[in-house]
């Protein structure tokens, strides 16, 4: 018998500020997962890395780095990628253990990835079980790349080549931090370039033009 009043279950996305928000005056988490592959219905999350983005800067104190137990090997591929062994894994917490430490770093902040299909998919994910998922506003710096026309060829901009390009260090590349914090200096630095005109003139650049951005460019 059907009850009167029942809704289907929804998953209640997680807070972000307001798109009308100056992106200066926001606070992005910028995000990395190293997984056992790319199968988004089979594949985990085994590592997991983060750098807050606060007013335009990147406080160095409040990076998150944590390697997680999955319950399938890593293909080979993806091993000689990231270097994680099972051995590596052994003494890690499974997935379910640090959702609710995810959910304090991404709550009130904008998700930010390289290629962010892959985060968002894993993420989400990793939420479903807590009832809550991604908010809508996520930036992808690999499509913010494409908008500054300094993507270069291939389907995705190589992370460690964009950042090269723009003269910023790159940091132990596949790793789930290193990756981040790289990801959050190019943040920086393409938000700053998407802010300013021909002239050189600073405009009003807010989350919600980046994001805009970032969904015209997305592959």
Do not use: K
Request: glycine share 8%; hydrophobic share 40%; proline share 7%.
């Amino acid at each position: 018998m059907r009850r009167t009043g029942w809704r289907p279950y929804r998953r209640v996305p997680l807070p972000t500020p307001s798109p009308w928000t100056l992106w200066r005056e926001a606070e992005f988490c910028v995000v990395d997962l190293e997984t056992t592959g790319l199968d988004l219905r089979r594949d985990e999350v085994i590592s997991f890395g983060a750098a807050i983005v606060r007013h335009a800067r990147i406080p160095c104190g409040q990076v998150v780095y944590r390697r997680v137990r999955p319950t399938r090997p890593s293909s080979a591929a993806a091993m000689t990628v990231h270097g994680l062994r099972g051995v590596d894994l052994a003494d890690a917490p499974p997935i379910d253990d640090i959702v609710d430490e995810i959910v304090e770093l991404l709550t009130g902040r904008v998700l930010v990835a390289h290629a962010a299909w892959v985060e968002r998919a894993f993420l989400d994910r990793a939420l479903r079980p807590r009832g809550r998922r991604l908010g809508r506003m996520v930036i992808d710096t690999a499509a913010l790349l494409r908008a500054c026309r300094l993507a270069g060829t291939g389907r995705e901009p190589n992370l460690e080549t964009a950042a090269n390009r723009l003269g910023l260090p790159v940091h132990t590349p596949h790793h789930a931090l290193g990756d981040a914090f790289t990801t959050a200096e190019l943040l920086l630095a393409l938000a700053t370039r998407l802010e300013r005109t021909a002239g050189g003139r600073p405009l009003p650049c807010t989350v919600g033009d980046l994001y805009a951005v970032s969904q015209h460019h997305r592959t």
